[in-house]
């Protein structure tokens, strides 16, 4: 029977699933496949582009060097990686091969969009309010999408790759800190409808805690932690030379004690300029006409971790950690989740035929059929 370490030791990669579940370990980031045969993954340990098999949960290849982003193409040939080394590069999912580089140097990648096309690839950095239209096959820049008062976090292009969409909120911040929802940002007259979301009322710099579900788990795994450790001293201390017990030794003063845990730290951020959603016409009549202008913009009352289209282009939606709300296109007309039966938010979280769903746990990815 297998000891107690082994078997506290075998919760920490892994969790406990039943068949026919297969188990990521330590995974950033997580993708279908556009047919939905293959997963991809971004490893948090190697930072390499891992596919797996969505039938059989192998691996079936693996590349790339200190990656932080990746987004198929729509045909799934292809995938566009976002690097450390300040690279975006292309590249063929079954070689691996670079097939092509973005003519820039970019710090902090943001967010990553491909057109449905595969021909132009959008992009956004942390150290400029704009996102960047990239001409695909040549890596050459075609448009700088100015107008933003914050970090664009989400991009995308709509269906048919006519429009394109941006969304500003909180930029990177350190591991552990906790994002505080800010207000809106300027509305002009020109940027279309302002969204009918009352905006939250909030100082420009909160303190707040860390939530009780984070503490928790924290907690959680600290417990556990000093639960292997004590086990290990014990096993080490009770067998000596000839795996003959030895007695532990006397202390010769009383051991030190134990300072209590200290409080979970408050982590202070600061709010962004804006929180919005802009969409754009994008396509070669609009980038032959000059800069661009946003044919809507709606504030937003929570800083968006995703942001997009509807399959229809009818509407557009944002995600935050705690809502998601989406709006008519041309419109703006705030849509009302509850009533609206078409969906809103293409399945990027199921695979092609809906049979394979994606949830993630503890930085661990999961395949749930």
């Known amino acids: 029977m297998p000891s107690r370490l082994t ?7 892994v969790l406990a699933l039943a068949d026919p579940v297969a188990s990521v370990p330590k995974t950033s980031q ?14 948090a340990d190697d930072q390499k582009v891992h ?26 040939k292809r995938i566009i990686v976002a690097g450390r080394d300040g690279a975006i590069r292309i590249h063929d999912v079954r070689t691996g091969k ?20 595969g021909s132009r690839v959008l992009t956004a950095t942390a150290e400029q309010p704009n996102a960047i239209l990239w001409d695909a096959d040549t890596g050459k820049a075609l448009k700088t999408i100015e107008g933003h008062a914050a970090t664009v976090v ?8 006519s429009m394109c969409l941006t ?14 929802p800010g ?45 292997v450790e004590a086990e290990g001293r014990a096993r080490a201390l009770a067998m000596g030379p000839g795996n003959q017990p030895v007695p532990p030794p006397i202390p010769d003063r009383p051991a030190d004690p134990v300072a209590p845990p200290a409080p979970p730290k408050e982590i202070t951020v600061q709010k962004p300029a804006e929180q919005a959603l802009r969409v754009w016409a994008c396509d070669a009549a609009a980038l032959a006409a000059g800069p661009l202008t946003p044919k809507l913009k709606i504030d937003l009352a929570n800083s968006p971790l995703f942001a997009g289209f509807a399959p229809d282009g009818k509407a557009v939606w944002a995600a935050s950690p705690n809502s998601f709300n989406a709006w008519k296109f041309p419109t703006g007309e705030a849509l009302d989740l509850s009533k609206n039966a078409a969906p809103i938010a293409p399945a990027g979280r199921l695979s092609a035929d809906r049979r394979m769903g994606l949830r993630t746990a503890i930085g661990q990815a999961v395949l749930i059929d």
Do not use: C, H, Y
């Open 30 to 43: 997580a993708v279908f496949a556009p047919d939905g045969k293959v997963l991809m993954t971004i490893s």
């Open 98 to 117: 670079a097939l092509r580089r973005l003519d820039g140097e970019f710090k902090t990648i943001t967010a990553l969009a491909i057109s449905p096309d």
């Open 183 to 227: 207000g809106p940002g300027n509305t002009t007259p020109d940027e279309g409808p302002p969204s009918n979301i009352a905006p939250p009322v909030a100082p420009p710099r909160t303190t707040v805690p860390m939530p009780p579900r984070v503490l928790e788990e924290m907690r959680r795994m600290e417990e556990l932690k000093k639960l």
């Open 7 to 13: 078997a506290l030791l075998a919760l920490l990669p």
């Open 154 to 161: 989400a991009v995308a292009f709509s269906a048919d790759g």
């Open 51 to 76: 596919f797996w098999s969505a039938d059989t949960s192998e691996e079936v290849n693996r590349f790339g060097v200190a990656v932080t982003q990746a987004i198929f193409s729509a045909d799934g």
């Open 167 to 180: 969304a500003t909120g909180v930029g990177p911040t350190p591991a552990g800190s906790v994002i505080v």
